[in-house]
């Protein structure tokens, strides 16, 4: 069953061609155009340019459209994004962004150049066998890359949660979305009140991230771009859907790459190693497996948790919206419910690391 998102409006040929030509002028024409899956949150259409290159448009929501607090201005944040990465860390694969406008009618849009490949997610669902593991490794090496741009403070930027110490930025976010909880009628399998007592109780893990680095914060394999490379190996080709970024701890961006999975149970993935292989190369340690990973699933478990209900999704009798993120749900509401075995033990320090300061 395809679900469409309440954020996501529908498009024509027309539309995309009149967008195409705000962007790059008049005389600019689209020979093909249609629309790309796979997203819940903008309206995604690609589009053959006259002049060959092929474009990823990207439509934000209507103004008016109910949003989690998070999502104000993500089509601006994810032109701020790419832009970031292209400047500092430009050996990453991301879209160049081409224009970003906005318009009386159509509101907000983000054109970007196409990148070549197919996702992680995609293969798996078309029943690929291939070896992923040089594509993921490779993905380590690339948030190994990107963890070191730092910014000028903890959070998401702009006027959403944030804050000068890592503590406090997590604390607001995690406030945010179990504010949206309430505001959608999301019912979480773990009450608020354990869940901020929870990060509270072991603040102290947070307190020792001290460098607020770039977190891409939606790895998930739909939004890994591979193809293969010149000896026929998957390889990585394109990180794509950066409107989620914040800044903060590196390893937040270990939950998202390998859901239904505990990264620090699996310390030679290929993610690690080629985190690790890139980050001594820069003169930093890898991330080290750790008890208190889990001090980062609270905000990515409760965001996946009612991202589809903040869509507008049914529920199914079991009370589970009926969407494409449905596992992901399922995934996020075991994540929730697990915090409070996994904090029966006093946590385990973390190793002093430069790659965290």
């Not at 914060?217 to 193809?227: K, P």
Request: hydrophobic content about 40%; charged content about 25%.
């Amino acid at each position: 069953m395809t679900v469409t998102s309440p954020t996501q409006r529908p498009l024509t040929t027309d539309d995309v061609a009149y967008l195409v030509r705000a962007s790059f002028g008049p005389g600019t024409r689209v020979r093909e155009s249609g629309p790309l899956a796979g997203g819940g949150y903008a309206t995604v259409w690609w589009a053959l340019l006259d002049d060959d290159r092929r474009v990823v448009l990207k439509l934000a929501p209507p103004a008016g459209t109910r949003l989690l607090r998070y999502e104000r201005g993500l089509c601006a944040a994810e032109a701020r994004y790419f832009r970031l990465v292209a400047e500092q860390a430009p050996q990453v694969p991301v879209p160049p962004v081409l224009h970003h406008g906005t318009d009386p009618a159509y509101g907000e849009w983000l054109v970007t150049g196409m990148l070549p490949g197919r996702s992680l997610h995609e293969l798996a669902e078309a029943g690929a066998t291939v070896d992923d593991g040089p594509a993921r490794y490779d993905l380590g090496a690339a948030l190994a890359a990107l963890h070191q741009i730092t910014g000028d403070r903890f959070g998401y930027d702009g006027d959403r949660a944030s804050g000068s110490t890592w503590r406090a930025a997590f604390t607001a976010m995690l406030d945010a979305m179990l504010a949206d909880a309430v505001d959608w009628d999301v019912r979480l399998p773990v009450t608020a009140d354990r869940l901020r007592a929870l990060v509270g109780r072991h603040a102290g893990v947070l307190d020792e991230v001290r460098r607020p680095a770039l977190l891409h914060f939606d790895c998930w394999d739909g939004n890994v771009l591979t193809a293969p490379g010149p000896d026929g190996r998957l390889r990585l080709c394109g990180l794509v859907d950066g409107e989620r970024f914040l800044h903060g701890d590196p390893l937040l961006d270990l939950v998202s790459p390998l859901l239904f999975r505990r990264i620090e149970d699996e310390p030679e993935h290929p993610l690690l190693r080629g985190y690790r292989r890139r980050a001594a190369g820069a003169g930093r340690r890898g991330p080290p497996p750790t008890r208190s990973l889990p001090a980062a699933a609270p905000v990515p478990a409760v965001d996946i948790l009612h991202r589809p209900e903040g869509r507008g999704f049914p529920r199914s009798p079991d009370g589970v919206p009926v969407s494409p993120g449905r596992a992901f749900t399922a995934f996020a509401g075991r994540v929730l419910s697990a915090l409070h075995r996994r904090f029966t033990s006093p946590p385990a320090r973390r190793r002093e690391c430069s790659w965290r300061r």
